[in-house]
T-cell receptor, first 117, second 113 residues
Framework: GAGVSQTPSNKVTEKGKYVELRCDPI?????LYWYRQSLGQGPEFLIY????????DSGLPNDRFFAVRPEGSVSTLKIQRTERGDSAVYLC???????????????FGPGTRLTVL | AQTVTQSQPEMSVQEAETVTLSCTYD???????LFWYKQPPSRQMILVIR??????QNATENRFSVNFQKAAKSFSLKISDSQLGDTAMYFC??????????FGQGTELSVKP
């Protein structure tokens, strides 16, 4: 079956512009996570959705970052007034189970590489 | 706050030999999960092996096994019979009941022919 997909695979934008990054989770997965991976670092948690609602958004760095999942499937990460420091790979992951239940494996997409010039 | 530390930025091993990657973590929780993920240049994060903290037996998946020392908060990965396809970044990660993964800084493993 299809895995987690992310579009676009690469995005180049100019400082100050608005960008949207899309994640299509595995069908039926209720949990969806966004992570940010800077060059040479491990991924850092941004936000977690359970269904349509954000269950934990403690990792969002500031109010320029926002994410939605209106129908409990596809999610969009939105970044306003982009800065050069936002350049990173943005990873999305989905999971069939909720935390604490079952093995809770997270399946990752290939990521979107965002470059802010 | 939970933290994960990988003290080996780079490792190399000859094909067919065994290599061990180190990971330590810090948490005050008693029930949690530990993972090793592999990330090749394609960027795709792939789960290698998983360990539940309440299980005393070390997890094993084919050529991959872990040495889980709960008291020492240590979770090392052993790769036996290393193959060229094992070349990648390896990340150790921690998850509590909240679900979000906390990753270490990664170890870049090179398998040499």
């Amino acid at each position: 079956g299809a895995g987690v997909s992310q579009t676009p695979s690469n995005k180049v934008t100019e400082k100050g512009k608005y960008v949207e990054l899309r994640c299509d989770p595995i069908s039926g997965h209720t949990a969806l996570y966004w992570y940010r991976q800077s060059l040479g670092q491990g991924p850092e948690f941004l936000i977690y959705f359970q269904g349509t609602g954000a269950a934990d958004d403690s990792g969002l760095p500031n109010d320029r970052f926002f994410a939605v999942r209106p129908e409990g499937s596809v999610s969009t990460l939105k970044i306003q007034r982009t800065e050069r420091g936002d350049s990173a790979v943005y990873l999305c992951a989905s999971s069939l189970t909720i935390p604490g239940q079952g093995e809770h494996e997270q399946f990752f997409g290939p990521g979107t590489r965002l470059t802010v010039l | 706050a939970q933290t994960v530390t990988q003290s080996q930025p780079e490792m190399s091993v000859q094909e067919a030999e065994t290599v061990t990657l180190s990971c330590t973590y810090d948490t005050s929780e008693s029930n949690y999960y530990l993972f090793w993920y592999k990330q090749p240049p394609s960027r795709q994060m792939i789960l290698v092996i998983r360990q539940e903290a309440y299980k005393q037996q070390n997890a094993t998946e084919n050529r991959f096994s872990v040495n889980f020392q709960k008291a020492a908060k240590s979770f090392s990965l052993k790769i036996s019979d290393s193959q060229l396809g094992d070349t990648a970044m390896y990340f150790c990660a921690f998850a509590n009941q909240g679900g979000k993964l906390i990753f270490g800084q990664g170890t870049e493993l090179s398998v040499k022919p």
